[in-house]
């Protein structure tokens, strides 16, 4: 091969692969327009599923907040509960020692 067709060839080449290179670009800026009109498109919804994401966290938070109110409240009652519950012993055995003496009296007075 002499040295013009070397050149030639080299010149053909360096032409083709600008011509694959023009054509990668075409595509590559077609891709870009298509990929900028999909988020056009899903934009409005991403920041719909982020703006009701927002509004569940805060409920989320607003019923995490009651359910520790309750909790609280629930822990008061117990004590409460606990409270009256000792009482109610007491008086039962205050009922039992009250039932005895009674008896003991009654019988002193049917004795006498």
Do not use: C, Y
């Amino acid at each position: 091969m002499s040295d013009s067709e070397k050149l030639d060839f080299i010149i053909n080449a360096v032409s083709d692969l600008n011509r694959r290179m023009s054509a990668i670009e075409e595509r590559q800026t077609a891709l870009e327009t298509l990929v900028q009109n999909h988020l056009q498109d899903t934009r409005p919804i991403w920041e719909a599923v982020l703006q009701q994401l927002e509004s569940v966290q805060q409920q989320q938070q607003v019923q995490q907040e009651q359910l520790t109110q309750l909790q609280q409240s629930v822990k008061r009652i117990d004590q409460k509960l606990d409270f009256i519950h000792r009482d109610f012993i007491e008086l039962r055995a205050d009922v039992g020692l009250l039932s005895k003496r009674v008896d003991v009296l009654e019988n002193l007075r049917q004795a006498a």
